[in-house]
């Protein structure tokens, strides 16, 4: 996927599996936790575990597979309605 950021800045990737990685894509991008929990369907507080076990801070949860896949497509989703191309909203079309 490759999404338009603004006239300088792109961003190129392919869905993230690891929270690392979520993380560092929805920091880049500029989505907020919120917006994202809110289009995956999880709450504000479970992806903040998340981000603790990531850490390794106490009362950290690790998250399950299938669970980071939904986030990702969130993700992949949110980055897509960010970018006016044609080829980013038949990929929001598709993982929605």
Request: aromatic fraction near 4%; proline fraction near 5%; include cysteine.
């Amino acid at each position: 996927m490759h999404v338009r950021m603004s006239a300088s800045t792109h961003i190129t990737t392919a869905a993230p599996d690891r929270l690392e990685d979520l993380e560092a894509l929805r920091g880049q991008a500029g989505i907020s936790q919120a917006s994202l929990c809110r289009r995956a369907g999880i709450a504000a507080s479970t992806y903040q575990r998340w981000l603790k076990y990531m850490r390794s801070e106490e009362g950290g949860v690790r998250p399950q597979p299938r669970t980071l896949k939904v986030v990702s497509e969130a993700l992949s989703v949110e980055l897509a309605a960010r970018d006016p191309s044609p080829s980013a909203q038949m990929c929001a079309q598709h993982a929605a």
